[in-house]
C-alpha cells in the first residue's frame, strides 16, 4: 500500500518570493509520483510527473520537482510565485507496473497562498 | 472540448432520496476512475475501469453505491438513499493503459453533492 504526506496544509508566500512545497511518500513497490494542482471550485490539472530518469523534473507555469528515494521525498519548487499560483497542490502516487490500476493515492493538499 | 466532462456540476438533494452523476471520458481513454473529494481533504479512490469491466472498488464504495460503465464509454455513479455524510465532490478522471503505467490521468471538473 501506499501513502502520502503533506505536511503543510497552508503556505503563505508574498509574490516573486520562491516557495517550497513538501511532498513525502510511503511504499513497500516502487512507485510513480505526481503533482497536481486544483483551482477554486475546479477539478485537477497535472502539474508534473516523475516515472524515471532525471530525478528533476519540470512542469507547467515554471513548477519543479526533484525526487529524492533515499529521504522518499518529491518536493515541488518555484522561483518565482505569481498571485494566479493561489490553489491546492496535490502531491500524489501510484504504483509501478504494468498490471496494476495505476489508481492515484493523494496526500491532504497544501494550499498556496500568495500575497501581493 | 476533448475533455473530461462530468455532470451535473452541482445536486442538492433530500436525504434518503437517490442521485446519478455522469462522466464522459476523454474519447480514446479506456480506463476511468471514480473519486471522493471531501473539504480540506485529497481526492479518495472509489473505483476503477477498465473499457466497461470494473476491476477495482473500494472499501468507501458502500453497497448504496453504485458504478458502471456500459458499453466503455460514458459512466455512471448512482448514490441511493443518500446520507448527509455523503456530501462531497465526486471526480472523474480517465486516461490511457499501456506500458508499466504512469499514464497521465485526467480529471474533470467534478460533480457537487449536497445532502440536506
Redesign the interface.
Known amino acids: 500500500a501506499q501513502s502520502v504526506t503533506q505536511l503543510d496544509s497552508q503556505v503563505p508566500v508574498f509574490e516573486e518570493a520562491p516557495v517550497e512545497l513538501r511532498c513525502n511518500y510511503s511504499s513497500s513497490v516502487s512507485v510513480y509520483l505526481f503533482w497536481y494542482v486544483q483551482y477554486p471550485n475546479q477539478g485537477l490539472q497535472l502539474l508534473l510527473k516523475y516515472l524515471s530518469g532525471s530525478t528533476l523534473v519540470k512542469g507547467i507555469n515554471g513548477f519543479e520537482a526533484e525526487f529524492n528515494k533515499s529521504q522518499t521525498s518529491f518536493h515541488l519548487r518555484k522561483p518565482s510565485v505569481h498571485i494566479s499560483d493561489t490553489a491546492e497542490y496535490f502531491c500524489a502516487v501510484s504504483a509501478l507496473g504494468g498490471g496494476a490500476t495505476n489508481k492515484l493515492i493523494f496526500g491532504t493538499g497544501t494550499l498556496l497562498a500568495v500575497q501581493p | 472540448d476533448t475533455g ?1 466532462s462530468q455532470n451535473p456540476r452541482h445536486k442538492i438533494t433530500k436525504r434518503g432520496q437517490n442521485v446519478t452523476f455522469r462522466c464522459d471520458p476523454i474519447s480514446e481513454h479506456n ?1 476511468l ?1 471514480w473519486y471522493r473529494q471531501t473539504l ?6 472509489l473505483t ?1 475501469f477498465q473499457n466497461e469491466a470494473q ?2 472498488k473500494s472499501r468507501l464504495l458502500s453497497d448504496r453505491f453504485s458504478a458502471e460503465r456500459p458499453k466503455g464509454s460514458f459512466s455512471t455513479l448512482e448514490i441511493q438513499r443518500t446520507e448527509q455524510g455523503d456530501s462531497a465532490m465526486y ?1 472523474c ?1 480517465s ?1 490511457l493503459k499501456g ?12 460533480s457537487w453533492l449536497t445532502v440536506v
Do not use: D, H, K, M
Not at chain 2, 40 to 45: A, M, N, S, T, Y
Not at chain 2, 100 to 109: H, L, V
Open positions: 473530461v480506463r476512475y480540506g481533504q485529497g481526492p479518495e479512490f476503477y476491476l477495482e471526480l478522471a486516461s506500458g508499466t503505467g504512469g499514464n497521465t490521468i485526467y480529471f474533470g471538473e467534478g
